[in-house]
T-cell receptor
Framework: KQEVTQIPAALSVPEGENLVLNCSFT??????LQWFRQDPGKGLTSLLL?????REQTSGRLNASLDKSSGRSTLYIAASQPGDSATYLC??????????FGKGTRLSVIA | NAGVTQTPKFQVLKTGQSMTLQCAQD?????MSWYRQDPGMGLRLIHY???????DQGEVPNGYNVSRSTTEDFPLRLLSAAPSQTSVYFC????????????FGPGTRLLVL
């Protein structure tokens, strides 16, 4: 059974710092990996989707990498801002089938 | 486009009552799914559908029923509510499967007393 782990569970950084969020999964036979953002009391918003054949994806200040063989992904946030404060979740799927989610990392960016 | 909409936003039920959580999308997506989110447990899949007339169970289906009579709608029914079903429920959709970008609704917060 696929399991997804996100460490740390919570992170607090000063504004302007570059930071890395980690995601690991137990079964490397994945179709793709997705990163989401969730604001308090809101639904999830898709940030980046990395296909299993890709090594990374970039969107603005966000860069997600994927190392399928080691079962790891990282989400890099450059020059963090208070508006980046949210919970970040990663999820994987073995095919075009339901996602398996990690429990998320709660990020606080302090002005 | 309204995207994925969910109603109600908040509901209080008594143990044993039944209710339906509504989910609709206007993006002509074939794939729809229901998750519940609980503190410390993350998001867990309840049921999903790959198209009208086709549904399947997820990780935690007990106590919930679904049907998919149209592409747009995917309601979730609680037959006899229990306190263990107190949670936040999210509906999501994508073009054709779980391996594509998922669009989530705003959630329904359910409290069962």
């Amino acid at each position: 059974k696929q399991e997804v782990t996100q460490i740390p569970a919570a992170l607090s950084v000063p504004e302007g710092e570059n930071l890395v969020l980690n995601c690991s999964f137990t079964d490397s036979a994945i179709y793709n990996l997705q990163w989401f953002r969730q604001d308090p009391g809101k639904g999830l918003t898709s940030l980046l989707l990395i296909q299993s054949s890709q090594r990374e994806q970039t969107s603005g200040r966000l860069n997600a990498s994927l190392d399928k063989s080691s079962g790891r992904s990282t989400l890099y946030i450059a020059a963090s801002q208070p508006g980046d404060s949210a919970t970040y979740l990663c999820a994987v799927t073995p095919g075009n089938t339901p996602l398996v989610f990690g429990k998320g990392t709660r990020l606080s960016v302090i002005a | 486009n309204a995207g994925v909409t969910q109603t109600p936003k908040f509901q209080v039920l008594k143990t044993g009552q039944s209710m339906t959580l509504q989910c609709a999308q206007d993006m002509n997506h074939e794939y729809m799914s229901w998750y519940r989110q609980d503190p410390g447990m993350g998001l867990r899949l309840i049921h999903y559908s790959v198209g009208a007339g086709i549904t399947d169970q997820g990780e935690v289906p007990n106590g919930y029923n679904v049907s998919r009579s149209t592409t747009e709608d995917f309601p979730l029914r609680l037959l006899s509510a229990a306190p263990s079903q107190t949670s936040v429920y999210f509906c999501a959709s994508s073009l054709s499967g779980g391996g594509e970008t998922q669009y989530f609704g705003p959630g329904t917060r359910l409290l069962v007393l």
